[in-house]
């Protein structure tokens, strides 16, 4: 009797056990022929973002949703091979989908041990979980996990397995797989992790959010060491190794959007034009798209740019702290962080929370958490804000967001964000390939992009395109003008009565074309208007590319009054820079898939077609000549600090000093400089284009020319040079005794100089008469 009671338990166990099978053999039939098709593991197709590099192949931008660099298991180094199969799967090569053993383990922790809870999910589950089912957590998910691995691991073998897992996992920062992934923390290949770094990778996929080093670094560290010590236990790593690693400080990136230069513009620019071809599969398909920027020029730009404006921003006064919030007298880290969660760094302008405030010291926090101290010269830019006759809109109390920045001397000192903005573009005269662009002074606060968007009047800086229209009309270099008021009558304008001033409100009398283009004269420029006809200069400016209807024909064009974008200048600037062929700007050099097979590749006309040919190349290189005067002895003579001979351009200032300009080149590079508010309003009073924008060139042209040759442009056959009387008006060291004329224009016969002279230092032959231009009525 008491046999057959003790015989019953078992019984109804085996019965259990029985109906168990079925139900899941049942499962089995019916669930194994519905799997779905492994087709996307065998002809895996991942989702690559569009990515954007300079000519010489550095990354400058990326798009998409997933951050994913799509390796082979070969380019996968054994080390971080050993730390995945330690940290999730050591039985990887042994089992068959599921790991048994594991499941054993599992068991025995969870239930009989009662610690932390542990899983069982095999790298084959976690790619079958990845690919095919969601993440819910239901006992149907996991019999068809584990059908699925089985399947899977039936149709590949272990090594496609692992390589689809460290390309398709996610682990954090918007990364997807490891390669990403070691880009995203660390900024290096997967063949430069350290023991401690691969550690911390491979403990990202249990929870990439939870283990984020970004985030939750201390949690992070935990899990890095533990997988460390589970790879000393397989004998993955000595003792000496695994201490080291533990013992490693944790460095990660803390910005996930760093490329090798600052050209975001750029990217963008990429990102539209790519988009505009391939609509669907521009974030996906893993285009790469290689540029025509360079590198260091790009990197030149923008550094040019950002300190142009902060200079010009820092000369006009502290306008007072970003914010202010009432801060708790125990305020704790919480309280700093809720209160600088809206004020982004923006490079080295750094978002700092006032902690107390002195005219003698401040001290504040900065959105790390790291406290900064603030004395003497630091100080210097805001101690207005401390007066009692300061406005408390001004004044920095505990509270306050600023922001600050580290000086040339590594010191801390209160700055502020501009609110001017500024723009410079560089490109190859050869055939238009863009060498550098910055639209903006910093693109996440504001992505219009003034090179290639902002219509701006381009003042001073057209007159070259009157000059040169000039002396298609016989003009010269030589040509004397009055520089004289000039009143345009309401019956002739049409309106209101117009009076032009020189920016100096002085007039000189009788000038050469060559001294009044160098000094910026306004009213020779009107005077020379005048004379060949509005009409005539309109129609003729279109060579350089202009819009005829963005130019009417009025008086007002010879200031120009007209409306250009930067990139539209530089193109116009070339055409002097390459001996006079219009090219076409262009910022994409090729496109080529994911497997680098090229989908388009740019092959620009050059310079010398004569296809381009805008205007003679006798006015390009007299042009030349008179602008080269202009950055030698004229309103761009700053210029000459670069100390070179083959520099030539010309500023530009508008009305009111709303814009200000420099365009100028060398031979082999045109860069324009602007720079203004977006809503026009005057940038103050005598901040012209030599004041504001000159520097930004000078910076950059610094920069890009260093080591470069300088080139000596050659004299085309119909130029004459001759001699000529001096100019009163000529700027002190400016040349004199010589000038350059077409042929066929000389007001006499004069002895001609050889053709090969240079145009540094023009030769003398006989003396020539000048031709003056009639007074203005």
């Known amino acids: 009797m008491w046999q057959r009671f003790l015989l019953f338990p078992f019984a109804l166990l085996a019965g259990f056990a029985a109906i168990v099978a079925c139900l899941a053999g049942l499962f089995l039939l019916l669930a194994y022929p519905n ?28 798009f998409g949703e997933e951050r994913r660099s799509v390796i082979s298991i070969r380019e996968v180094p054994p080390l971080l091979k050993h730390a995945i199969l330690a940290a999730e799967d050591e039985r990887f090569y042994q089992h068959t989908g599921i790991d048994y053993i594991g499941v054993l383990r599992a ?17 084959t589950m976690q790619v079958a979980r990845n690919f095919f089912l969601s993440s819910e957590k239901t006992l149907t998910r996991k019999l ?17 397995i692992l390589e689809l897992y460290v390309n398709q996992i996610y682990l954090g920062q918007r990364a997807y797989g490891f390669a990403a992934a070691a880009q995203a923390y660390y900024g290096k290949p997967l063949e430069r992790l350290t023991v401690a770094e691969a550690a911390m990778l491979a403990g990202l996929p249990k929870a990439p959010s939870a283990y984020n080093p970004v985030v939750n670094p201390q949690r992070a560290q935990q899990r890095q060491h533990y997988v460390l010590r589970r790879m000393k236990d397989l004998g993955q790593i000595t003792e000496a190794q695994l201490a080291e690693a533990m013992n490693a400080p944790l460095h990660v990136k803390r910005e996930i959007n760093e490329f090798a230069a ?21 974030y996906s398909k893993g285009f790469r798209v290689y540029t025509t920027i360079r590198k260091a020029d790009q990197e030149a730009a923008y550094v040019a740019v950002r300190r142009g404006v902060l200079e010009y921003d820092r000369r006009h006064g502290f306008r007072g702290p970003e914010h202010f919030v009432e801060l708790p007298e125990q305020a704790d880290e919480d309280d700093f962080e809720e209160a600088l969660a809206e004020h982004s760094d923006i490079d080295d302008l750094r978002a700092a929370l006032v902690l107390s405030a002195s005219p003698r010291e401040i001290t504040a926090v900065l959105r790390n958490g790291e406290r900064v101290a603030l004395r003497a010269e630091g100080l210097k830019f805001v101690a207005r804000s401390f007066e009692e006759k300061s406005p408390p809109q001004r004044r920095i109390r505990r509270g306050a967001i600023v922001r600050v920045q580290r000086d040339d001397k590594g010191l801390w000192q209160i700055a502020q964000l501009p609110e001017v903005e500024a723009a410079f573009v560089s490109l190859d005269p050869s055939d238009g390939a863009v060498r550098a662009l910055v639209g903006g002074f910093d693109f996440n606060r504001n992505k219009f992009n003034h090179v290639t968007q902002a219509w701006r009047q381009p003042g001073s800086s057209f007159k070259p395109f009157i000059y040169s229209a000039s002396l298609e009309k016989g003009y010269t270099p030589a040509t004397v003008v009055l520089d ?87 193109r116009a600037y070339a ?13 994409i050099q090729k496109i080529v898939d994911d497997r680098g097979n090229p989908l388009g590749v740019a092959k620009p006309p050059r310079s010398g ?81 030599g004041q504001v924008a000159l520097p930004i060139w000078i910076e950059y042209m610094g920069r890009t020319l260093k080591g470069i040759p300088e080139t000596e442009r050659a004299v085309p056959q119909g130029v004459i040079a001759a001699h000529t009387d001096a100019d009163p008006a000529a700027p002190a060291g400016a040349r004199s005794g010589s000038e350059w004329f077409y042929k ?24 020539v008469e000048e031709r003056r231009i009639p007074r203005s009525p």
């Not at 922790?109 to 999910?121: D, I, K, M, T």
């Not at 068809?144 to 496609?160: G, M, T, V």
């Not at 600052?262 to 521009?282: G, I, K, L, S, T």
């Open 744 to 767: 066929e224009f000389l007001p006499a016969v004069p002895q001609p100089s050889s053709p090969s002279a240079a145009p540094f230092a023009a030769p003398t032959p006989a003396p």
């Open 609 to 689: 077609d004569e296809a381009l040919r805008a205007i003679d190349a006798r006015n390009a290189f007299i042009m030349d000549s008179m602008m080269q005067d202009v950055t030698r002895y004229g309103t761009a003579a700053r210029a000459s600090k670069l100390g070179r001979r083959d520099i030539a351009g010309k500023t530009g200032t508008t009305n009111d000093f709303v814009d200000a300009w420099f365009c100028g080149y060398q031979p082999g590079l045109v860069g324009i400089a602007w720079l203004g508010f977006d809503q026009p309003r005057s940038l103050g009073r005598n901040q012209t284009g």
């Open 107 to 123: 068991a025995y922790a969870n239930f009989v041990q009662g610690g932390r809870r542990q899983g069982a999910s095999t790298i």
């Open 484 to 570: 004289e008021p000039v009143v345009v009558e309401a019956e002739v304008t049409g309106s209101q009565r117009w009076e032009p001033k020189n920016y100096d409100g002085k007039f000189e009398g009788p000038m050469r074309l060559r001294t009044a283009l160098a000094k910026s004269k306004n009213m020779v420029s009107v005077r020379l208007l005048q004379d060949i006809g509005a009409k005539y200069a309109q129609d003729y400016v279109t060579r350089f590319g202009f819009d005829a209807d963005k130019h009417p024909p009025y008086l007002t064009m010879a200031l120009g009054a007209g409306g250009v974008t930067p990139m539209q200048m530089a």
């Open 262 to 282: 600052h050209a975001e513009y750029v990217a963008e620019m990429v990102r539209q034009a790519v988009h505009e071809q391939y609509p669907v599969e521009v």
């Open 144 to 160: 068809y996990e584990a059908l699925l691995a089985f399947k899977i691991e039936n149709s590949l073998d272990k090594d496609q």
């Open 575 to 587: 055409v002097f820079a390459n001996g006079g062929y219009l090219v076409q700007p262009y910022f």
């Open 35 to 62: 799997l779905p098709s492994l087709v996307v593991l065998t002809d895996y197709q991942p989702k690559i973002p569009l990515r954007v590099y300079t000519v010489e192949g550095a990354l400058i931008g990326e």
